[in-house]
């Protein structure tokens, strides 16, 4: 099974950026499904972006999608997630996740998940 590793997270001002990172190891990613969800405590947690194969058109959140960017890179078993004009209501710790059966244009995802790693906006 595949294993995940986030990194990346910080504190960053409204309107800022940041860039996370998700690697892989113990498979290749190119058969999964790879996702960015998100959790503040006591809430759940929401998709944020997805790419469910290599060269495939992302999914996005509607109040991300104008702000967020997923990449993969398969030969470095990477993806990214690139985040401008970050808000307060972006502040969440942010998870990787990787499946290898997603439907298109859903974030139901049943399979590795990472530990996460924080983004917290200041206003």
């Known amino acids: 099974q595949v294993r995940l590793m986030e990194s990346g997270g910080g504190s960053v001002q409204a309107g800022e950026s940041l860039t996370l990172s998700c690697v892989a190891s113990?498979?290749?990613?190119?058969?999964?499904?790879m996702g960015w969800f998100r959790q503040v405590s006591g809430y759940e947690r929401e998709g944020v972006a997805v790419i469910y194969s290599p060269g495939g058109t992302p999914y996005y959140a509607r109040d991300v999608k104008d702000r967020f960017t997923i990449s993969r890179d398969d030969a470095k078993k990477t993806i990214y997630l690139q985040m401008n004009n970050l808000q307060p209501e972006d502040t969440a710790m942010y998870y990787c996740?990787?499946?290898?059966?997603?439907?298109?244009?859903?974030?139901?995802?049943?399979?590795?998940w990472g530990q996460g790693t924080q983004v917290t906006v200041s206003s």
């Open positions: 996740a990787a499946d290898v059966d997603v439907r298109v244009g859903t974030f139901f995802f049943d399979g590795s």
């Open positions: 113990g498979s290749a990613i190119d058969y999964y499904a």
